[in-house]
């Protein structure tokens, strides 16, 4: 790829949404490695968050437990050195959740914890502070709409459900299992379901953000569109 002269670029803060598996936070790692910027998954923050409930045994439906506990933990959110799997590190109380944050159990309940007003409030905070300074791609469901509203550049990206399952499922070969597809499309129907019928931060498209549709785009072509956009 062609690196990008960061002076040339006349946007300092995008935001990437979209549902799960639509390519945010590859896609966003991609642009910020080729503007220089910063990058942040905000996904990862909310899986740490699902992660230490389920370690501390708290019900995910028990929304004042969340809270509390979403309000009271410490978080450090670095990013990840390049060519980590995942992106975005996050530290929680101490422990390095960024090992489970794939996790079978984190990711049946992650959406539930998500959906909970005042634990979004808690890390929407912490968000706004990373991106404070500018230089820098944050990717999750509610960026342009709640976390950034002001950014200089949104984006939506969008894909087909079959396409994000397989998109999934290419993630999760060489386990122990092999992916079930009609699965992953029920599981992502699930997710979608809650994302976007949340009372807080809906998962929707901003005004304003620039939707790409990614279904027959390489991710080299989605980095290219975004940087395009931005520049």
Do not use: C
């Not at 410490?74 to 390095?96: S, W």
């Not at 996790?103 to 404070?132: C, F, K, M, N, Y």
């Amino acid at each position: 790829m062609t690196d990008v002269h960061t002076t040339s670029v006349k946007a300092r803060t995008i935001a990437i949404d979209g549902p799960a598996a639509s390519g945010k936070s590859v896609a966003g790692a991609g642009v910020a490695a080729r503007l220089g910027y910063r990058f942040f998954d905000t996904g990862a923050m909310y899986r740490a968050m699902t992660w230490l409930a389920l370690r501390r045994a708290i019900d995910a439906h028990d929304a004042d437990a969340l809270v509390a506990l979403a309000e009271n933990a410490r978080i450090d959110v670095r990013e990840a050195p390049v060519g980590d799997a995942e992106r975005t590190i996050v530290i929680i109380d101490g422990a390095d959740a960024t090992p489970h944050l794939r996790d079978a159990d984190v990711e049946a309940h992650v959406s539930l914890v998500s959906r909970v007003p005042g634990v979004r409030t808690a890390l929407v905070r912490i968000q706004r502070d990373l991106a404070a300074e500018g230089g820098v791609v944050m990717a999750g469901r509610d960026i342009g709409t709640v976390v950034l509203p002001q950014a200089d550049l949104k984006v939506y990206l969008d894909a087909s459900r079959r396409v994000r399952a397989e998109r999934r499922a290419a993630q999760m070969r060489g386990g122990s299992q092999a992916p079930d597809i009609d699965a992953l499309m029920a599981d992502l129907a699930r997710r979608d379901g809650i994302d976007s019928t949340r009372e807080t931060s809906p998962l929707t498209a901003a005004d304003d953000a620039e939707i790409i549709n990614t279904d027959q785009m390489s991710i080299d072509e989605v980095v290219a569109r975004i940087v395009e956009l931005a520049s």
